[in-house]
């Protein structure tokens, strides 16, 4: 129904930026809902951010005022983007894009296979 593909993950210094992005192809009600999840080493699966197809957008306290999500469309693909600035080694991990039908996630029903981020000091 839809396929999520992120990209733009690496190796990035503490107090840098970097951008990730999430191509979503499919089914477009099924992407109402776009956003990004993170699993850091031995930890559990986290919400980072999301938006909604009404522009409301929520973040993870530990993110907020550094990190920005946006959308933006190419053709029939949705995007997400994901701006990451003032990196800390502890968003370390794994990014997930996800999507859902609904405008009030979670749960998500669509993943992406992940892109990882790794922060050094």
């Known amino acids: 129904q839809v396929r999520l593909v992120e990209s733009g993950g690496g190796v990035v210094q503490a107090g840098e930026s970097l951008r990730l992005s999430c191509v979503g192809s499919?089914?477009?009600?099924?992407?109402?809902?776009m956003g990004w999840y993170r699993q850091a080493p031995g930890k559990q699966r986290e919400w980072v951010a999301g938006?909604?197809?009404?522009?409301?957008?929520?973040?993870a306290d530990s993110v907020k005022g550094r990190f920005t999500i946006s959308t933006s469309r190419d053709d029939d693909k949705k995007l997400v983007h994901l701006q990451m600035n003032s990196v800390k080694e502890e968003d370390t991990g794994v990014y997930y894009c996800?999507?859902?039908?609904?405008?009030?996630?979670?749960?998500?029903?669509?993943w992406g296979q992940g892109t990882q981020v790794t922060v050094s000091s």
């Open positions: 499919g089914i477009t009600a099924t992407m109402n809902s």
């Open positions: 996800v999507s859902d039908g609904s405008d009030n996630p979670p749960p998500y029903d669509f």
């Open positions: 938006i909604n197809s009404l522009g409301r957008i929520k973040y």
